[in-house]
Each structure stands twice: as C-alpha cells, then as structure tokens.
C-alpha cells in the first residue's frame, strides 16, 4: 500500500523526501525505484549530515535542501529515534506502525496502514 500512497499524494503536490541513517548507496535504490522514483522528491542520507538521527540535523537538512516548512511537514518514521528527530527538528511525527509492529510509546498519530497516511494529509490533520 505504500506504492498507492505515494502515488495518490504526489498527485496532489505532496512532497516526499525520503531521509535515512543509510548510505546514498542503499538510499538511491530506494529513491530511483521503478514504481515510486518518480513521486520521490529528495532524499537525505548518511553523508548528508554530520550527525544522525535521532539527532534533528537529517531533517533539518531535508527542511533546508527542499524548502520545506516544519510546520507544514510530518516526518513518518518507525521508531522512537525518529520520533525523537522529528520531535527536536520541530515537525510533526507519524508512527509507521504498520506490518504487525507492536506500538509502545505515547505518539499522537499512529498509522495502521499506509492508506491512512492519505486520508490524514486530505484532512489537514498535520498543521
């Protein structure tokens, strides 16, 4: 579903900036796939950035390369290092809880699928 999220959102303007504690190695694989490359608007990776996460300097960079508003952006992550990045940077965090993972922690969104990330940028609900 993550394909069909992507995709439905770029086609509303939605920019998708992938940022990873990987290498642009790994991270352009991710960026340049055939089904979603063309919806993905930058990415961040590990020689980006002196620090990493859950250091906010990742996102921060994201914010600052693509000219994006903090408070406009949600930064959708898996972990408590991200949400803690997120969280430091000053953008709004969504837990990817999606494929069985067992939620721990008091997040204020959780996103059991990613078709619900669809329905929560149409609502506004970010900002």
Known sequence: ????????????????????????????????NAEIGSCINGCIAAEDTVRHKPDPEPIRRALEKYSLKSNESIYIGD???????????????????????????NYSVVFKSPLEIIEFIREGSHG
């Open 1 to 32: 579903y993550i394909k069909e999220m992507i995709n439905e959102l770029s086609k509303e303007g939605v920019k998708f900036i992938v940022v990873t504690s990987r290498s642009h190695n790994t991270a352009d694989t991710i960026c340049n």
């Open 79 to 105: 972990t408590y290092q991200d949400f803690l990045a997120a969280t430091h940077a000053g953008v709004h965090f969504g837990l990817a809880a999606w494929n069985g993972m067992n939620v721990e922690g």
